[in-house]
């Protein structure tokens, strides 16, 4: 019987091509990892590059301000810009206007799914049982969503229940059958899909609500979407296959309850990341290693960023080469979308990673590092990024301790009584106009 390989070589280059052109994303993708010669056809036509992204930029969410801050690198070579400013959304005065979660080039918010690339958007229905809760109640039930353009054009809501009531302390958690609040874009409506747990559970709700109490707001909603399956961190980690309802629960490299640590889980170059940061600047990286179903941490990189911060240079009126959008201070200054967008344009430095920026006017020295915290990974390269005291941005490369200054984070006159970076998302674009149910 022929090979793939074979039957390659005896088609016609044009009528091999006419074909691979009529293929819906997931068959390009399946046609991909046929054969050497369908992959390297498939790259050589770029069949898919509507579906691959680079980093634009990170959305954040910080305390006190209505709306998510969009932190990004201006575009290259008149690539299309993208905003942070929904305002082609239709919002009521009870609607949420900060992200709660991101997926390959879409935004989830509580009442609506957005496409910020093609400013596609689509509203989400309420929970059968939701009526009168409202965004207030995101700490309690977060939202994650699942989209994978290459493989279907619909993508999935998961709501995760969190533990029950005190009464129930002696429950072993998470259970199994683990029933979440899944919406499908395929159906357009919610369900109750029962989940099989793999392996042990991690204790009991009495035990987990013992490590939730006194670190509690320390804990973020940091997830990885990686081969099919979404990673949750809480106080352990959750890997949910929502194709064939499975998860399975395993420990961190590191107890989530530690004081003064800043933790992240996230997707990079090589798989599914975590990271921990604590107040004394040391910086460690893991990567999750799955091979023959065994789970194991190994660790990537260690380091003490303390003496590289606290001896930093940085001049204080360097803008960077990324932008800080000031979505909240625009919407509330009435600056119109075209202002702003003649704004980013004249403001439009080139970011290369490769590059470090070189600074030499009107420099100043941190004393020390203090109230430094991670943003997130690089969807596709050994980088994770900081914010230095809720002021600089930087980049960190894991392969050579390099760190770059990408410029000022903080809003256009922020002022908060607990000014803090609430949640952060690395935000990469999906170009593909249509979005199931948009309006």
Same mark, same amino acid.
């Given at each position: 019987?022929?090979?793939?390989?074979? =039957?390659?070589?005896?088609?016609?280059?044009? =009528?091999?091509? %006419?074909?691979?052109?009529?293929?819906?994303?997931?068959?390009? %993708?399946?046609?991909?990892? %046929?054969?050497?010669?369908?992959?390297?056809?498939?790259? +050589? @036509?770029?069949?898919?590059?509507?579906?691959?992204?680079?980093?634009?930029?990170?959305?954040?969410?910080?305390?006190?301000?209505?709306?998510?801050?969009?932190?990004?690198?201006?575009?290259?070579?008149?690539?299309? %810009?993208?905003?942070?400013?929904?305002?082609? /959304?239709?919002?009521?005065?009870?609607?949420?206007?900060?992200?709660?979660?991101?997926?390959?080039? @879409?935004?989830?918010?509580?009442?609506? *799914?957005?496409?910020?690339?093609?400013?596609?958007?689509?509203?989400?229905?309420?929970?059968?049982?939701?009526?009168?809760?409202?965004?207030?109640?995101?700490?309690?039930?977060?939202?994650?969503? /699942?989209?994978?353009?290459?493989?279907?054009?619909?993508?999935? /809501?998961?709501?995760?229940?969190?533990?029950?009531?005190?009464?129930?302390?002696?429950?072993?958690?998470?259970?199994?059958?683990?029933?979440?609040?899944?919406?499908?874009?395929?159906?357009?409506?919610?369900?109750?899909?029962?989940?099989?747990?793999?392996?042990?559970?991690?204790?009991?709700?009495?035990?987990?609500?013992?490590?939730?109490?006194?670190?509690?707001?320390?804990?973020?909603? &940091?997830? +990885? &979407?990686?081969?099919?399956?979404?990673?949750?961190?809480?106080?352990? /980690?959750?890997?949910?296959?929502?194709?064939?309802?499975?998860?399975?629960?395993?420990?961190?490299?590191?107890?989530?309850?530690?004081?003064?640590?800043?933790?992240? =889980?996230?997707?990079?170059?090589?798989?599914?990341?975590?990271?921990?940061?604590?107040?004394?600047?040391?910086?460690?990286?893991?990567?999750?290693?799955?091979?023959?179903?065994?789970?194991?941490?190994?660790?990537?990189?260690?380091?003490? @960023?303390?003496?590289?911060?606290?001896?930093?240079?940085?001049?204080?009126?360097?803008?960077?080469?990324?932008?800080?959008?000031?979505?909240?201070?625009?919407?509330?200054?009435?600056?119109?979308?075209?202002?702003?967008?003649?704004?980013?344009?004249?403001?439009?430095?080139?970011?290369?990673?490769?590059?470090?920026?070189?600074?030499?006017?009107?420099?100043? *020295?941190?004393?020390?590092?203090?109230?430094?915290?991670?943003?997130?990974?690089?969807?596709?390269?050994?980088?994770?990024?900081?914010?230095?005291?809720?002021?600089?941005?930087?980049?960190?490369? @894991?392969?050579?301790?390099?760190?770059?200054?990408?410029?000022?984070? &903080?809003?256009?006159?922020? *002022?908060?009584?607990?000014?803090?970076?609430?949640?952060?998302?690395?935000?990469?674009?999906?170009?593909?106009?249509?979005?199931?149910?948009?309006?």
């Amino acid at each position: 019987m022929a090979t793939p390989a074979d =039957l390659t070589q005896q088609l016609p280059e044009d =009528l091999l091509i %006419a074909v691979l052109h009529r293929l819906p994303p997931h068959g390009l %993708a399946a046609a991909r990892c %046929a054969c050497k010669a369908w992959h390297a056809l498939v790259d +050589a @036509l770029g069949l898919l590059d509507p579906f691959r992204s680079l980093l634009a930029g990170f959305f954040i969410n910080y305390r006190d301000l209505d709306f998510s801050e969009f932190f990004f690198r201006p575009p290259r070579d008149g690539a299309a %810009a993208v905003s942070g400013k929904m305002h082609y /959304v239709s919002l009521t005065e009870h609607d949420d206007t900060t992200v709660l979660h991101h997926c390959n080039g @879409l935004l989830l918010f509580w009442y609506y *799914v957005v496409n910020p690339a093609t400013r596609c958007w689509a509203p989400l229905p309420p929970l059968p049982s939701e009526m009168g809760v409202g965004p207030s109640d995101i700490n309690v039930d977060p939202r994650y969503i /699942v989209f994978d353009p290459p493989v279907s054009p619909h993508y999935e /809501v998961l709501i995760i229940p969190p533990p029950p009531r005190h009464e129930m302390q002696q429950l072993e958690w998470p259970p199994s059958p683990f029933v979440m609040h899944v919406f499908s874009s395929a159906t357009g409506s919610w369900e109750d899909r029962s989940f099989a747990r793999q392996g042990a559970a991690i204790g009991t709700v009495g035990y987990l609500r013992e490590l939730m109490k006194p670190h509690f707001s320390m804990i973020r909603d &940091y997830s +990885a &979407y990686w081969h099919g399956q979404l990673y949750v961190l809480d106080q352990f /980690v959750m890997r949910i296959s929502l194709s064939n309802c499975t998860y399975q629960a395993f420990q961190p490299p590191v107890h989530v309850g530690t004081r003064d640590q800043g933790l992240c =889980l996230g997707k990079s170059e090589n798989g599914v990341y975590f990271a921990s940061f604590d107040h004394r600047c040391r910086l460690r990286v893991w990567i999750l290693n799955e091979l023959l179903g065994e789970i194991e941490w190994v660790l990537r990189h260690d380091n003490n @960023l303390d003496d590289m911060l606290s001896r930093r240079m940085y001049d204080q009126e360097f803008r960077g080469p990324w932008i800080m959008e000031d979505v909240n201070y625009n919407f509330y200054h009435s600056t119109s979308l075209t202002d702003m967008e003649e704004a980013q344009e004249k403001d439009a430095f080139e970011w290369n990673s490769d590059n470090e920026n070189t600074l030499d006017s009107k420099l100043r *020295v941190r004393n020390h590092c203090n109230g430094s915290e991670i943003l997130g990974f690089h969807p596709y390269k050994e980088i994770i990024f900081l914010n230095e005291s809720e002021d600089r941005g930087l980049a960190y490369h @894991l392969n050579n301790s390099k760190i770059e200054d990408l410029g000022s984070i &903080y809003p256009k006159h922020y *002022v908060s009584m607990f000014s803090s970076i609430e949640q952060s998302f690395p935000y990469t674009p999906c170009w593909i106009e249509n979005l199931p149910g948009s309006i």
